[in-house]
């Protein structure tokens, strides 16, 4: 599986490599749809995790929705202040009244406030330096996790859209249950399994198709002390890393819940160098010449993207445990 990846947020780039046109309408809602004062009908645990690397897009807006999508950000970015501040806060006076029990008697519960505290503070002063620094940490600011949004490039009636989506996907037609587990886990649709295309994805393979641009993907694998450990792939050779997807437009029958877009990166055996590592599955890294019969797939013609699928990218993956 391709558990977090570090992509393109800059849509300039889609544009300039594929003559892309830009859906801002999507994104102006999406950036709303994170915004407290705008938010209609999601529910909390589906309030959008946006990287920070796709705010640089509206640094310097150049049209009304550019404008309106800036000032969201500000607004977020200074409630993450304001909360983030207020806890500070809160765990410094956790930690200093820990630290005064200490002094006279050492207690599990104050030696638990103490650890507890400490981490908070340190979180929290990460969360206030991030929200008033600019997008400039690529391995940060561009990485997407299950459940994140990421531009992705789509076709549609002959046109090339870029539009942000879920790395999530939740299959039209399906409940949205199908997110989580029964344990409230993410569910495993971020990734479209090639062995499982022609059956539980049919209604997206063959038929709505889309890609992402990475410059490294990474994985949890077995750390042989019974816990995991994440490592990052990166081309040896440097090359990108064009993902073949799959899309789906979920709406909901009831009308109650909003629109959805959202995607899952096709995943096929793992490559050598991937496995040797401890993993079990290998992204489907396109030519970049097949980028557009990927966009355009023919249903009637499923073998036509098998071929696809076959004759891939295959850059050696170097890893390293990430930071």
Known sequence: MCYSAEAWTLYDNYVKEFGADIDI?????????RDEKYRIRRPASEIPKIPK??????????????????????????????SSEQELFKQTK???????????KETK????????????????????????????????????????????????????????????????????SIDRTKTGQVSGTYNARRDN???????QFGHTHGIIVAHKFY???????????????????????YVACLVSHWTDPSGQLPDLWSFAAVTDEPLPEVAAAGHDRTIINLKR??????LNPDPKNLDILDAIMDDVQRPYYEHRKAA
């Not at 309408?25 to 749809?33: S, T, V």
């Not at 295309?197 to 209604?203: A, H, K, Q």
């Not at 010449?289 to 990927?294: A, H, L, T, Y």
């Open 25 to 33: 309408k999507a994104f102006w809602e999406l950036y709303l749809d």
């Open 53 to 82: 690397g796709m705010d640089a897009n509206f640094l310097h807006p150049q049209s009304p929705l550019e404008a309106e999508i800036r000032q969201a950000i500000d607004r977020y970015n200074a409630g993450v202040v304001m």
């Open 94 to 104: 956790r930690l200093a009244d820990a630290e005064r029990k200490l002094a006279v």
């Open 109 to 176: 519960a104050a030696l638990t406030d103490q650890r507890v505290a400490g981490n908070k503070i340190k979180q929290m002063k990460r969360w206030i330096a991030d929200a008033k620094r600019l997008p400039n940490e690529p391995e940060r600011d561009n990485r997407i996790w299950p459940d994140w949004y990421l531009p992705v490039l789509t076709e549609e009636n002959g046109k090339r859209i870029i539009r942000p989506m879920r790395y999530h996907c939740r299959p039209c037609g399906m409940d949205p």
């Open 197 to 203: 295309l022609r059956r539980f994805w049919r209604n």
């Open 219 to 241: 994985e949890n694998v077995n750390d042989g002390q019974g816990g995991s450990m994440e490592l990052q792939f990166t081309p040896r050779d440097g090359s990108l890393i």
């Open 289 to 294: 010449d097949n980028v557009d019969r990927w």
